[in-house]
C-alpha cells in the first residue's frame, strides 16, 4: 500500500486566524483502502485541517493533489464531489427531516432530471443502512427521533450516498458503547475492504491500535510524526510526540509546603494544598448526570486550587457547570461551608458564594455592549439600589476598586468591555465574583484566547486569589496549565475520574497517558 501514489496528498498546508496560526506547513500523505488516524492535543490544529480537507476552511498556502492532480476545494460541495466526506463530531443532520431525507439533503435522486422524493429516496436509503448493519432504522423516522448512535449511521449513510473514495471521522466513537464501537469497526473495515480511505480522529489509543494502519502526530499546528504505524509505535513515544508547547508557561510559586493536607477526591486523601487548611469550602458527593459524568467525591479548601484534567468530552465543563446550578444533577449534592445547595439552581449557587468564569466568556459572561462597570456590579445590584433608583456613583467606585485589584486596563470602568483584550475582559469577570465576595471560584478555560504575556498575568491573580483563601476549582485542556496552577489534580476520562494526586506528582506524559488509557480509579 505505501509503494502506490497516495489517494490524498496535503503539502506545507498553512491556515491563521486572527491572532492565531492555526496550521504551519503541515503534511498529510493518505493511501487509498488505509485508516489513517490523526493525533493530538486539543488545539493542535487536528479540527482546522480537516476543516480545509473538507472545504469548510481555505488554506493560506499550500497544495492539495488528488489521485496525484492538485485540486482546490473551494466548498464542502467541491470536496463531496470529488469523492471526500467529513462526519464531524458535531452531526450536521436536520432533526425535523426524515433519515431519508437527511440522506439525500443537497442531492435528491432525480429521473431524467426531475427529483424524486418519497418511495425512491427511502428505498436508496434503506439499502444504503442495511450495508451499515442498521435496517431496524426506518428511513422515513425522524432524525430528532434517533439515539445518538443512530444520527451517527445516519451520517455515514449520508456520506456512502455519494461516490465516497475518502471519509473523515472526528470522534467517530464518543457517543458509542461497546457493541456500537465494534459496529462501527466493522463497517470501517468493509470501507477499507472496498478501497475507501478513512483520516480517523480519535482520543483513545487502544481504539487506533485496533483499527488503525498509520498515525499522522499534530502538535502546534505542525505535524511532528508522519506515517507511523499504529499498531508498533509504543504509547510513550506517541505521547511524547504530542507534548511540548511552544508557548511558554510562567507560573507563579505555590505556598511552601507543610500545612496539613486536604481530603483528596474519591476518599484518596491525597493533598498538596500548601496553606490549605480547615474544612472544606467546596464538598461535591456522589454528583452526577446521566451520559455526562459519573458520580463524583471532591473538595476544596480555603486557599486551594483543584484542578480537573481531562479530554474534550470527559466531562470537565459538565462538572463545573453542574457544581454551579446552571446544570441539575440526576444524583448526588453540592455543599458550601456545609450547607447543601438547591440543584440546579445558579441564584442558590451564587448566593452561597460561588462564582463562574465560564469557558465562553464572550457568549455567557459579559454583556459585550456594556461598561466594565456594569459587568462587574452586574451580580452585586442589590448593593447600588435604593427605593429602585441605582446609586451610579457608588456603582463606579466599587467596580473600580474591583479592578485596580485586578490591575485591569484601561484603568477606566466606563469603557465597553468589548474594546478590552482578552485577558482584560477575563479579570473583568474575575472582578465580578470579587466585588460579589465569593468564595469559591469555579474557571473553565481561563486563558482560552489570552495571549502569551497576559497569561502569567493572570495565572499570578488565581494564585493570589487563592492564597487569599478563596476556594479555587479550575479546568482548562491544556494540561501544563493544569499541572502549574493546581495544587491537587483529579484526572477524567471519559466521565470518570481515573487518577487523583497532588500536582507535584504528576507531570504532562503521566496525565496524557491516563486521560488516553487510564482505568477508572478504585
Not at 465494534?182 to 483499527?211: C, K, M, P, Q, W
Not at 448566593?351 to 451580580?379: F, I, W
Request: proline share 6%; hydrophobic share 45%; with cysteine.
Amino acid at each position: 500500500m505505501a509503494t502506490e501514489p497516495p489517494l490524498l496528498s496535503m503539502s506545507g498546508i498553512t491556515k491563521s486566524f486572527p491572532g492565531v496560526r492555526a496550521l504551519d506547513g503541515v503534511d498529510l500523505a493518505v493511501q487509498a483502502g488505509e485508516v489513517h488516524c490523526l493525533l493530538g492535543q486539543n488545539g493542535a490544529g487536528k479540527s482546522t485541517l480537516i476543516k480545509v480537507l473538507a472545504g469548510a476552511h481555505q488554506p493560506d498556502d499550500g497544495v492539495i493533489r488528488w489521485q496525484g492532480d492538485p485540486v482546490t476545494l473551494r466548498s464542502p460541495i467541491a470536496a463531496m464531489r470529488l469523492g471526500i466526506a467529513t462526519i464531524y463530531q458535531e452531526l450536521d443532520l436536520v432533526e425535523h427531516l426524515s433519515v431519508a431525507e437527511n440522506v439525500h439533503l443537497g442531492h435528491e435522486p432525480t429521473v431524467a432530471g426531475f427529483v424524486v422524493r418519497g418511495r425512491a429516496a427511502r428505498a436508496s436509503t434503506g439499502a444504503l443502512l442495511r450495508r451499515l448493519g442498521h435496517a431496524e432504522i426506518e428511513p422515513a423516522r425522524l432524525v430528532g427521533e434517533l439515539s445518538a448512535a443512530q444520527q451517527q449511521i445516519v451520517s455515514m449513510a449520508r456520506a456512502l450516498s455519494h461516490d465516497v473514495r475518502l471519509i473523515v471521522m472526528d470522534e467517530p466513537s464518543a457517543a458509542l458503547d461497546p457493541d456500537e464501537v465494534d459496529n462501527l469497526f466493522r463497517i470501517v473495515g468493509d470501507l477499507t475492504a472496498d478501497g475507501v480511505a478513512v483520516v480517523y480522529i480519535s482520543h483513545r489509543l487502544e481504539e487506533i491500535r485496533r483499527i488503525g494502519d498509520r498515525v499522522t502526530v499534530l502538535k502546534d499546528g505542525r505535524a511532528v510524526a508522519g506515517g507511523l504505524p499504529a499498531k508498533a509505535t509504543p504509547t510513550r513515544e506517541v505521547v511524547a510526540l504530542m507534548t511540548g508547547r511552544n508557548v511558554e508557561y510562567v507560573f507563579p510559586a505555590r505556598p511552601s509546603d507543610g500545612a496539613a493536607a486536604p481530603g483528596g477526591a474519591g476518599g484518596t486523601g491525597a493533598g498538596d494544598a500548601g496553606d490549605a487548611v480547615g474544612p472544606p469550602v467546596l464538598e461535591v458527593r456522589g454528583l452526577a448526570r446521566d451520559g455526562e459524568f459519573a458520580p463524583l467525591d471532591l473538595s476544596v479548601r480555603p486557599g486551594e486550587i483543584v484542578g480537573l484534567a481531562g479530554l474534550v468530552g470527559s466531562g470537565r465543563s459538565e462538572i463545573l457547570e453542574t457544581i454551579y446550578g446552571a446544570r441539575k444533577p440526576t444524583a448526588g449534592e453540592v455543599l458550601v461551608e456545609g450547607r447543601a445547595l438547591r440543584p440546579g439552581s445558579v441564584r442558590a449557587a451564587v448566593r452561597a458564594g460561588l462564582g463562574l468564569a465560564p469557558e465562553e466568556r464572550k457568549a455567557q459572561a459579559l454583556l459585550m455592549l456594556e461598561s466594565v462597570t456594569r459587568n462587574v456590579s452586574v451580580s452585586s445590584m442589590s448593593r447600588f439600589s435604593r427605593g429602585g433608583w441605582i446609586d451610579r456613583r457608588a456603582e463606579r467606585g466599587a467596580a473600580r476598586a474591583a479592578t485596580r485589584e485586578l490591575s485591569l486596563r484601561p484603568d477606566n470602568p466606563s469603557v465597553p468591555v468589548r474594546t478590552l483584550s482578552g485577558g482584560n475582559q477575563q479579570k473583568a469577570v474575575l472582578a465580578r465574583w470579587l466585588l460579589r465576595g465569593c468564595r469559591v471560584l469555579l474557571l473553565d478555560e481561563p486563558t482560552r484566547g489570552v495571549d502569551v504575556g497576559a497569561r502569567a498575568e493572570l495565572y499570578a491573580v488565581v494564585r493570589r486569589l487563592a492564597d487569599e483563601g478563596l476556594a479555587v476549582l479550575l479546568v482548562s485542556s491544556e494540561v501544563p496549565e493544569v499541572l502549574g496552577l493546581a495544587d491537587r489534580v483529579l484526572v477524567l476520562r471519559e466521565g470518570r475520574v481515573v487518577h487523583t494526586a497532588p500536582a507535584r506528582e504528576l507531570d504532562e506524559h503521566r496525565v496524557l497517558d491516563l486521560v488516553m488509557e487510564g482505568s477508572p480509579a478504585s
